[in-house]
């Protein structure tokens, strides 16, 4: 079988949505905890959207452990490839752990885990005020480090596109072009 | 093509891609409040009242630090599921209750008597897992009607380091930009003190959004109105009662059977200042005793379990909801880093005071 050259449908519509997802959940994270007029709505988005970021990471990692995603270009330098290995990892890792970690949180400080007014899932983790301090800065701290990495990849994809053009931008942002079938005139 | 030019095509795309990634990382640190000017956030507010403690109290709420864990239990007389399906309100629930009774202001060691301003905070826990958070205090309506006039206060009342005493003229410059806390002053000023905790009405001040089971919202504020008459404390009595005068009252009383307040909703009418906490309703409004509060015993904040609860009025069950008050929206945010602060405080060992075991007082 040969390697594929892209990504398949179902992983790239997950990146592109949860792209989205991400970095407004990051944006409303920072913004939630400073804002003193519109922490009410940012909170009530926040929760939802973040066990909505959780389910679809599971369905996005179930996806890429049984479709291998298209091999990186064969040129590209050894670090720069670890890299992306590396990176690609720890988004995975940190799509997974943020929603887990304010879960988390939430339950060890007593306070409900609202998704809407009426619904609230059950604590995952025990009453604990020093268990509450570690994960409050371990969820804000790694949030910064899910937003340099964010940008990090945004950076290595667009150098992907427009400088080094070596097929690993199209390979998420659109299909496989149909094999030379297309071309061939009707018969 | 000369070297030049092809170095130049090859930098304009690198420029393109720093450009964005400095754009979004600006925008994430404008949006954190972090850079952009002097903006108003939680962080700012918290740290200014901060400032006006004059020193630091690590592990202690950042305001109202001296009070006491109350726990009890809140029994609903069913009145109140007119106005709200929040099951706590349903007749004959019966919620446990954890509270705290504090006085105002950032020190954890100030003589209680003295204390102008009182409150009482519940966490009331529905069996359902919903809760209801309540800060209320005793005065009848919030000195300030925006947190842009609450930051004004908290930055004018701090003590000139030459005087010790808030320098006359930001406060009479305080007074300019919001006139509103001329009501204020004149009720700390004239309205008699309660000798007790106990024979104190606490208000939410601010109004909440109440929806009934047919959908319907109306505008409530709420008063905890105590079942022992008021009874007055001259300013000499005050002068000389102990620095712990409230809390052994306290203990004294409980020792003698529980103590009650019942929860008493009011109920705003067309063209009352329903997002604005500084204007009191007219006293004709209507009023429905929704349950009894019962409290039976109390322990020191240092051991107690009401210490690590962030008391934060905008937690509400599903059938009560926050009003557009900005003030209420504030008061969320600002508890928030409160919290938080004092909770790492703790964990972190930097708080011996605040975490002193066995203190039974």
Same mark, same amino acid.
């Given at each position: 079988?040969?390697?594929?050259?892209?990504?398949?449908?179902?992983?790239r519509t997950l990146h592109w949505t949860m792209a989205a997802m991400i970095v407004a959940m990051l944006f409303v994270g920072?913004?939630?905890?400073?804002?003193?007029?519109?922490?009410?709505?940012?909170?009530?988005l926040h929760?939802?959207l973040g066990?909505a970021i959780?389910?679809l990471a599971?369905?996005r990692?179930?996806?890429?452990?049984?479709?291998?995603?298209?091999?990186?270009?064969?040129?590209?330098?050894?670090?720069?490839?670890?890299?992306?290995?590396?990176?690609?990892?720890?988004l995975?890792?940190?799509m997974?752990?943020?929603?887990?970690?304010?879960?988390?949180?939430?339950?060890?400080?007593?306070?409900?885990?609202?998704?809407?007014?009426?619904?609230?899932?059950?604590?995952?983790?025990?009453?604990?005020?020093?268990?509450?301090?570690?994960?409050?800065?371990?969820?804000?701290?790694?949030?910064?480090?899910l937003f340099?990495?964010v940008?990090?990849h945004l950076?290595?994809a667009?150098?992907?596109?427009?400088?080094?053009?070596?097929?690993?931008?199209?390979?998420m942002a659109?299909?496989?072009?149909?094999?030379?079938?297309?071309?061939?005139?009707?018969? | 093509?000369?070297?030049?030019?092809?170095?130049?095509?090859?930098?304009?795309?690198?420029?393109?891609?720093?450009?964005?990634?400095?754009?979004l990382?600006?925008a994430?640190?404008?949006?954190?409040?972090?850079?952009?000017?002097?903006? @108003? *956030?939680?962080?700012?507010?918290?740290?200014?009242?901060?400032?006006?403690?004059?020193?630091?109290?690590?592990?202690? &709420?950042?305001?109202?630090? %001296?009070?006491?864990?109350? *726990?009890?239990?809140?029994?609903? /007389?069913?009145?109140?599921?007119?106005?709200? &399906?929040?099951?706590?309100?349903?007749?004959?629930?019966?919620?446990?209750?954890?509270?705290?009774? /504090?006085?105002?202001?950032?020190?954890?060691?100030?003589?209680?008597?003295?204390?102008?301003?009182?409150?009482?905070?519940? @966490?009331?826990?529905? *069996?359902?897992?919903?809760?209801?958070?309540?800060?209320?205090?005793?005065?009848?309506?919030?000195?300030?009607?925006?947190?842009?006039?609450?930051?004004?206060?908290?930055?004018?009342?701090?003590?000139?380091?030459?005087?010790?005493?808030?320098?006359?003229?930001?406060?009479?410059?305080?007074?300019? %930009?919001?006139?509103?806390?001329? %009501?204020?002053?004149?009720?700390? %000023?004239?309205?008699?003190?309660?000798?007790?905790?106990?024979?104190?009405?606490?208000?939410? =001040?601010?109004?909440?959004?109440?929806? $009934?089971?047919?959908?319907?919202?109306? /505008?409530?504020?709420?008063?905890? &109105?105590?079942?022992?008459?008021?009874?007055?404390?001259?300013?000499?009595?005050?002068?000389?009662?102990?620095?712990?005068?409230?809390?052994?009252?306290? #203990?004294? #009383?409980?020792?003698?059977?529980?103590?009650?307040?019942?929860? =008493?909703?009011?109920?705003?009418?067309?063209?009352?200042?329903? $997002? $604005?906490?500084?204007?009191?309703?007219?006293?004709?409004?209507?009023?429905?005793?929704?349950?009894?509060?019962?409290?039976?015993? *109390?322990?020191?904040?240092?051991?107690?379990?009401?210490?690590?609860?962030?008391?934060?009025?905008?937690?509400?069950?599903?059938?009560?909801?926050?009003?557009?008050?900005?003030?209420?929206?504030?008061?969320?945010?600002?508890? /928030?880093?409160?919290?938080? #602060?004092?909770?790492?405080?703790?964990?972190?060992?930097?708080?011996?005071?605040?975490?002193?075991?066995?203190?039974? &007082?």
């Amino acid at each position: 079988m040969n390697a594929p050259t892209h990504f398949n449908p179902l992983a790239r519509t997950l990146h592109w949505t949860m792209a989205a997802m991400i970095v407004a959940m990051l944006f409303v994270g920072v913004a939630m905890v400073a804002s003193i007029s519109q922490r009410e709505w940012l909170i009530a988005l926040h929760r939802p959207l973040g066990i909505a970021i959780l389910l679809l990471a599971l369905l996005r990692l179930g996806n890429r452990l049984r479709h291998a995603p298209p091999p990186l270009p064969a040129d590209l330098p050894r670090w720069q490839a670890l890299a992306a290995h590396a990176s690609h990892w720890l988004l995975y890792a940190l799509m997974l752990a943020m929603p887990l970690l304010g879960w988390a949180m939430l339950s060890a400080g007593g306070f409900p885990v609202q998704m809407t007014p009426a619904l609230q899932l059950p604590p995952i983790a025990p009453r604990d005020p020093l268990l509450y301090a570690g994960l409050r800065s371990a969820h804000g701290w790694l949030a910064y480090a899910l937003f340099a990495i964010v940008l990090a990849h945004l950076s290595a994809a667009l150098l992907h596109a427009w400088v080094r053009r070596d097929g690993v931008f199209p390979s998420m942002a659109r299909g496989a072009r149909r094999p030379a079938t297309e071309e061939t005139p009707l018969e | 093509m000369s070297a030049f030019h092809s170095r130049l095509r090859r930098a304009w795309p690198l420029a393109a891609i720093a450009a964005i990634a400095a754009a979004l990382a600006g925008a994430f640190a404008w949006t954190a409040g972090w850079v952009g000017g002097p903006r @108003l *956030t939680a962080q700012r507010f918290t740290d200014a009242i901060e400032a006006g403690n004059g020193k630091a109290y690590p592990g202690f &709420r950042r305001a109202h630090a %001296k009070g006491v864990c109350v *726990t009890g239990r809140f029994t609903g /007389s069913g009145d109140g599921a007119a106005l709200t &399906r929040a099951g706590m309100l349903a007749p004959g629930a019966t919620t446990p209750v954890l509270g705290r009774l /504090s006085i105002a202001g950032g020190d954890p060691h100030a003589p209680d008597a003295t204390a102008r301003v009182r409150s009482m905070a519940l @966490l009331l826990t529905g *069996t359902d897992g919903q809760q209801w958070r309540m800060a209320m205090n005793n005065f009848p309506f919030f000195a300030v009607n925006t947190p842009q006039g609450f930051y004004d206060q908290a930055m004018a009342s701090r003590p000139d380091p030459a005087t010790g005493k808030p320098d006359p003229a930001k406060m009479a410059e305080l007074l300019r %930009k919001h006139p509103e806390i001329a %009501k204020f002053q004149q009720w700390a %000023k004239t309205a008699p003190w309660p000798d007790s905790w106990a024979n104190t009405q606490f208000n939410s =001040v601010n109004a909440f959004r109440f929806t $009934d089971a047919a959908g319907n919202v109306r /505008s409530v504020r709420w008063s905890m &109105r105590p079942r022992l008459a008021f009874a007055a404390m001259e300013k000499s009595l005050r002068e000389d009662a102990e620095a712990d005068y409230l809390a052994d009252d306290l #203990r004294a #009383r409980l020792a003698d059977g529980p103590l009650r307040w019942d929860l =008493v909703l009011t109920v705003a009418e067309p063209g009352d200042a329903v $997002d $604005d906490p500084s204007q009191a309703w007219p006293s004709n409004r209507r009023q429905v005793v929704a349950g009894t509060l019962e409290l039976d015993a *109390t322990q020191a904040q240092a051991g107690g379990a009401c210490r690590d609860v962030n008391y934060d009025p905008t937690v509400l069950p599903d059938g009560i909801a926050p009003s557009d008050d900005p003030v209420l929206a504030a008061r969320a945010g600002v508890y /928030s880093q409160s919290y938080n #602060r004092r909770e790492r405080e703790i964990a972190r060992d930097q708080a011996p005071e605040a975490t002193v075991q066995g203190d039974t &007082r």
